[in-house]
């Protein structure tokens, strides 16, 4: 997806866990983004993301929970936990 010019966004969810678990080369990540079409936006979630990821990335958030349903016993939901 990071070579096809005809995406404007590509979401590569949980990525960081598949670099840091050695799934995926950090090098061949970093290469597919550095070469991908200019226009092109990317998303990369996930927690302990590589210190070259987050130097290559224009914007970088962390979020933290304030409250979440968990801390009440609730079960994770479909379509708002996954």
């Not at 966004?9 to 290469?31: G, H, K, W």
């Not at 991908?36 to 302990?48: A, D, F, K, L, M």
Request: proline share 2%; hydrophobic share 40%; charged share 25%.
């Amino acid at each position: 997806m990071l070579s096809d010019a005809t995406l404007d966004l590509v979401i590569l969810d949980e990525l960081t866990y598949m670099v840091s678990y050695d799934y995926l080369a950090l090098e061949e990540v970093v290469t597919a983004l550095q070469q991908r079409p200019s226009h092109q936006s990317v998303i990369i979630t996930g927690r302990g993301c590589h210190r070259e990821l987050l130097e290559l990335a224009d914007t970088v958030t962390e979020m933290r929970p304030t409250k979440h349903a968990f801390d009440a016993g609730i079960k994770a939901q479909q379509g708002i936990d996954w």
